[in-house]
């Protein structure tokens, strides 16, 4: 059936007449057009070569990749929101990713902890990203299955696992030392 459908369809569309206006102008500009897509697309992964090579020269990137799953992009995301900043203590880092709960209040109403809305939202979104990509890592998917069986939400246990791991990137970069897993104990 799909034989005899095509060769109707082709046999409508070369009885066709109508022609639209603009159709010998499409014939000009969209090969121009491809062009220059394709002349962008070489010119971006020709940029993101040059960026991968600052990112894999600065003194910080073995650090920083030798976390689970932490690519070239978040490193680069990483470096470029958080060195030449100076923060005395983690929670500090936190307060500037947008990590740090806060308390709503509005007049005598006080609401808890929530996450803030304020804070670097392009450090804040890397470091959910990395998160996301660290499910796949056994330690950080227990931490994370942990918080879900205290009855966190979802978003809630990947701020926690977010929290963990800015934590771990602080004393990392303040260190300058490598991550190392921690192996859990069997009771």
């Not at 890592?137 to 966190?152: F, I, M, T």
């Amino acid at each position: 059936m799909y034989d005899r459908l095509t060769a109707e369809i082709f046999s409508a569309l070369d009885a066709q007449t109508v022609v639209v206006i603009g159709t010998n102008a499409a014939v000009v500009v969209l090969p121009q057009l491809a062009g220059m897509l394709a002349d962008l697309r070489t010119s971006r992964d020709t940029l993101h070569a040059q960026v991968e090579a600052i990112v894999e020269a600065h003194a910080l990137h073995s650090v920083l990749s030798s976390i689970s799953v932490v690519g070239t992009r978040t490193v680069a995301r990483m470096l470029t929101e958080v060195v030449g900043k100076d923060f005395p203590t983690a929670g500090h880092l936190a307060s500037y990713a947008g990590l740090s709960p806060v308390t709503w209040r509005s007049g005598s109403s006080i609401r808890g902890d929530h996450s803030s809305r304020r804070g670097h939202s392009i450090l804040k979104r890397a470091l959910f990203l990395s998160c996301f990509a660290a499910l796949k890592d056994p330690l950080s998917r227990a931490y994370y299955d942990r918080k879900r069986s205290e009855e966190k939400k979802h978003k809630q246990a990947l701020i926690a696992l977010a929290r963990r791991r800015r934590d771990v990137i602080y004393a990392m970069l303040r260190d300058g030392t490598l991550y190392e897993a921690k192996i859990p104990v069997a009771a």
